[in-house]
């Protein structure tokens, strides 16, 4: 079954380099705050489309 | 850092980053987003139109069937790929560039790529359009687009993330919102599943051979068809649900936290669950089971996502009871919850021995696909389109009578396809007293007429909902004016410091809920790496002496088979069951598929399973097949095959044959050396005997016509083992 081997050694790559990122995204202090990214999400509006704004 | 209480707006703490740094003043583009917003609609309803077409031809297939080009093996397809790479493709990309620039403070890096990617997706969707309906297929589902298209793909999908990284680089917001993670995951993985399942050998420029046979091929093109359904039916649109829910609630998302855990735990299991399609089947058993375990698993992550939207909403059902886009998008979540419940139930193996091949899963993808994708995207549309045109929507109304026929639609197509599917397995396995099955094959498909039909008419109400939105969001575009660079400010992006002598690995320690994923991560990779040495040892895959190569005929009756979709409404694969075997005789063995460039097991069973149907009792005469495709109707009464009569027609192309016969031998088939000169000579010996044997049936065909050759390969079909027990294996 040479594509079962193919297809493990690719999502162990895929599952890898996503292993990879989520260490570097910790490291680089993306997840020191988990509360603000949400609510400032919602003030993302250009400054010429701000009168939908509540 | 600031500990800012879950639930608290704390509006200075948020103001804050905008006042300290150089404010930078840029433009948001509008107009990319206008334009994927408008092929999002339109390839919708074509796509929708092509379904509801497909889903009438099983209820009128005389006069729906419109052969060749608009068959139902060659419609179907059509459909599937619209509906995903157009209509769902296009709703990605409107979604995803307008939430990407705010998001990240910035205008997109480079707008020529933008409109490469643009003009290059929907040119690959009329390339799609064409071929199609022209019968240039792979078989493969979902990737059915032959090499050329496939390349294209890759080229426009290189385009998309360039510019996606490109921009994340010059972004002005440190953080990466969790919909950001969504959609570099689906970059990433949607880039690799695509490469790898359409490796192929070209024979000509619209025909490939796949370069995978058999079993191989199954588990790659499934491991590609589940990812497809995960990571740009699923995960995408989770980084929308992430943006868009609450920003149309203007409510923070229940739980950030939760929000980013959903994303990391989804991404490593959905990769292992592919395998799931194929249970029962000639996959080894340590796969299938691999991959229920992965499937079951799936629930929590999904679940979690679910709930934290819906709980988004908490407090605020007022609010959904008179916005018409948040009723859209609580549907839009609800189903996916209800679809990534089902979904790991249809992994157990005892369910998915009755689900297989049947409606119900129809019913399932149908539930994600009508419910989840498409209510979304019509609460996005409805949210995003009046922003972006300066504008209130124009009709609130027509946009509420969107919603509840749209929600009646799903309905109308879910539950008779539910009941369809259950009554359908059930008819196929019972017995009599005396042990004889029940029901012929034809009774069963006589009887899911009328749920065919409601089916319809569910179809029908979705479509002209999406119809109706199609003339409101005109209508509003029309009162409206597009703002096509909107002014945004926001200051420069600040070098990171690192919280002082803090090493990362503390920080994680800190946090109990990461450090789980994380360990879970490594779990899981160590227990993948621990298993390939056991499967590298020897080949799965047992060889039977007796499975010899096709025929010349017999292969070029394939390539047809493949090209008139047969496999969309037949399967060649029996399951280990009862009232399989008595049905279609002996079940299939991984070593009978070895020559099988594609594979054609099917995923549903519309007509009866074909792999054994030139052996044992189902093996029919060349006049009945010669019969039966010419006018199934009259052979069987009330069948719902498309006539192929234009078989009876058309010239072989004989010319390709030398070509087919060399690029199977690339790919390992033991032709004798130099059989490709000697290959057409051999074709038109068998094609000869076939049309002679028609002859004394008083039929006059002559021996070129494709008919014969489709009618060699259904003869030829499960006759390596299925005429000889005793070469059978175990």
Request: charge should be positive; proline fraction near 4%; hydrophobic fraction near 45%.
């Amino acid at each position: 079954m040479s594509a079962l081997v193919v297809l493990i050694v690719v999502s162990m790559i895929v599952a890898g380099g996503f292993l990879g990122l989520f260490i570097f995204s910790v490291k680089k202090g993306q997840y020191d705050d988990d509360y603000t990214p949400s609510v400032r999400m919602l003030f993302d509006d250009g400054v010429t489309n701000t009168d939908k704004q509540p | 850092m600031e500990t800012i209480k879950q639930g608290s707006f704390a509006k200075e703490v948020l103001q804050r980053p905008h006042t300290e740094g150089r404010r930078e003043t840029f433009y948001y583009d509008n107009a990319i987003v206008r334009n994927f917003a408008a092929a999002t609609v339109i390839w919708g309803v074509v796509g929708m139109l092509a379904g509801l077409w497909a889903a009438l031809q099983l209820v009128l297939p005389e006069s729906l069937n419109i052969g060749p080009w608009f068959n139902f093996g060659r419609l179907r397809p059509l459909h599937t790929n619209a509906v995903i790479f157009a209509f769902v493709g296009n709703g990605i990309f409107m979604g995803y560039y307008y939430s990407i620039q705010r998001l990240l403070k910035t205008r997109m890096w480079s707008d020529l790529m933008g409109k490469i990617h643009f003009w290059g997706w929907q040119a690959i969707i009329v390339a799609a359009a064409i071929t199609l309906p022209l019968g240039f297929t792979t078989s493969k589902e979902y990737a059915e687009l032959e090499w050329p298209i496939d390349i294209a793909i890759t080229l426009i999908w290189v385009v998309f993330g360039w510019n996606m990284f490109a921009t994340i680089l010059k972004r002005r917001e440190r953080h990466l919102y969790v919909a950001i993670w969504f959609y570099i995951a689906t970059f990433v993985t949607v880039a690799v599943l695509h490469i790898v399942n359409s490796l192929a050998i070209p024979v000509s420029f619209f025909k490939s051979y796949s370069a995978f046979a058999g079993v191989q091929d199954a588990l790659v093109q499934w491991w590609y068809g589940h990812n497809a359904v995960a990571f740009f039916l699923t995960t995408p649109y989770l980084g929308l649900m992430y943006y868009f829910l609450p920003k149309a609630a203007n409510r923070p998302v229940y739980s950030y936290k939760l929000s980013i855990i959903h994303f990391w735990s989804l991404i490593f299991i959905y990769i292992w669950a592919g395998p799931h399609h194929l249970l029962y089947t000639a996959l080894p058993n340590w796969a299938q089971s691999l991959g229920i375990v992965f499937s079951f698993t799936l629930i929590f992550p999904s679940w979690g996502g679910m709930i934290n939207g819906l709980l988004t909403l908490r407090g605020a059902w007022d609010k959904v009871r008179e916005d018409v886009i948040l009723k859209f998008m609580v549907v839009a979540v609800t189903c996916y919850g209800m679809a990534t419940f089902e979904g790991p139930m249809l992994s157990l193996k005892n369910i998915n021995a009755i689900s297989h091949f049947t409606d119900w899963t129809i019913a399932h993808v149908h539930v994600g696909g009508l419910g989840w994708n498409g209510f979304l995207t019509f609460g996005i549309l409805y949210w995003l389109v009046p922003k972006i045109f300066r504008t209130e929507l124009y009709s609130k109304k027509l946009a509420n009578v969107h919603f509840w026929i749209g929600t009646l639609g799903i309905l109308f197509y879910a539950i008779p396809m539910y009941i369809a599917g259950f009554m359908q397995a059930s008819m196929w396995k019972q017995f009599t007293p005396s042990g004889q099955l029940k029901y012929q094959f034809l009774d069963t498909v006589t009887f899911m007429k009328p749920f065919y039909a409601t089916r319809g008419l569910g179809g029908a109400l979705f479509v002209a909902g999406a119809i109706i939105m199609m003339y409101n969001l005109w209508k509003t575009a029309k009162q409206g004016k597009l703002l096509a660079n909107e002014q945004a400010e926001a200051p420069a992006l600040e070098k990171y410091t690192a919280h002082k002598g803090e090493h990362w690995h503390r920080w994680v320690e800190r946090k109990p809920t990461p450090m789980l994923v994380a360990t879970l991560i490594v779990i899981l990779i160590g227990g993948a790496v621990e298993m390939i040495p056991t499967f590298l040892v020897k080949s799965n895959v047992p060889t039977i002496a007796s499975v010899k190569p096709y025929t010349p005929l017999e292969l070029q009756g394939r390539d047809i088979y493949v090209r008139e979709g047969c496999y969309t409404c037949h399967s060649q694969m029996i399951r280990p069951f009862r009232s399989e075997t008595e049905r279609y005789g002996e079940y299939s063995k991984a070593g009978e598929f070895v020559y099988d460039f594609p594979f054609q097991w099917g995923s549903k069973r519309t007509g009866p399973d074909l792999a054994r149907e030139g052996a044992g009792n189902n093996r029919k005469s060349n006049t009945w097949h010669y019969n039966h495709l010419d006018d199934p109707q009259a052979i069987s009464t009330g069948s719902i095959m498309p006539a192929y009569s234009f078989l009876i027609d058309a010239r072989l192309d004989t010319a390709s044959t030398p070509g087919k016969i060399k690029a199977m031998q690339t790919l390992g088939v033991p032709y004798a050396k130099g059989f490709e000169l000697e290959a057409n000579k051999d074709l038109m010996k068998q094609a000869n005997e076939i049309a002679s044997d028609l002859k004394k049936n008083n039929i006059n065909v002559p021996a070129d016509r494709e008919v014969l050759a489709v009618i060699a390969y259904l003869q030829r079909l499960g006759t390596d083992i299925g005429n000889n027990k005793t070469a059978q294996l175990k």
